[in-house]
């Protein structure tokens, strides 16, 4: 039975209460329907009057407060006039309604919002091509399609700068089909495709862009694709050449980074570390690629069983940038 359910005493819909009880509390004594009696009392008559007092006087049953409030409103209002057939009419007609005027003020500021909005770039404009970049496409195809995959290519180039990665592959592909020669085109269909751990086809687009046009920047992730597919002589060699290049510190940092890694996956740690010994030097200024190398020695020490040197490691990291990865978390579980 549900709680707010009446008592079973409760009148019926459209029947007398059970029992001849009413369901409702009585508001007043005598007072048909409030609750009390329903019917005149005993020695009544049908007419619903009372017998006569000595006087000869009529008695009545005492008014309610409700019915002594109505009479005192009826009392002030004064006798009920008649009032024309016409009147509400005239009422209807007479009566006014307030306009409101539009003057433009909330309507062209909210108009001028929404044209700020349509007007707003759904994304920013790609940015110009190297012109080198621009003329090689067009020496492969012509003035008119190769301005037009320059665009397209530069879109590529937005797309892998915003993460992007599917999109920037999707492009790249296609415009390899028409343009395999050019070494741009390579480097960003490789980039795209190592950004999304496609390793086989990252590196042979690389490998590509390297041969067409040697740049070292590429060849760190050519580097980890091939360890990545575990081609460790191919991971060797590139470290190799990164070497002999000598390129900027940061592209030797990455270099080393994977050179150590291919190590460390071929289970030689001894290997690895020895690799990373440059790295231990301490620096005139740190830098984002000596917090990257400190962290991967602490891995390596701590893989081989020394949390004296993995604690010593990930604390300079720590003590430089205490998010760094999960470097406090490493540094709490080293040796446990």
Known sequence: ?????????????????????????????????????????????RGGRRPADSRGEARRAPLTDAERRSKEVKARRGPKTERPPDHERRKIEERTTERWVDEGSVRDVAVAATDRASLAPARRAPQPLDPSVAAALVGELGHDRGNRLSARLAMASEALDRERYDEARRIAA?????????????????????????YKQAAKALATAHELHPDAAVLPALADCYRAIRRWSAVERVWREI??????????????????????????????????APATKAPKRVRDHHLRQWYVLGDLYDRSGDPISARRWFGAVAAHDPDFADVTDRLRSVGR
């Open 1 to 45: 039975m549900s709680r707010d359910r009446p008592p079973s005493s409760s009148p019926r819909r459209g029947g007398r209460p059970p029992s001849g009880r009413s369901g409702a509390k009585s508001r007043g004594p005598g007072r048909p329907g409030s609750g009390g009696r329903s019917g005149p009392p005993s020695g009544g008559s």
């Open 174 to 198: 296609s415009i390899a089909k028409e343009a395999p020669t050019v070494a741009a085109v390579q480097e960003v269909l490789g980039l795209a495709n190592y950004r999304l751990g496609r």
């Open 243 to 276: 070497r002999e290049i000598s390129p900027s510190q940061e592209i030797i940092a990455e270099g080393r980074i994977v050179a150590a890694g291919a190590r460390a996956d071929q289970d030689d740690l001894r290997g690895a570390i020895e690799v990373m």
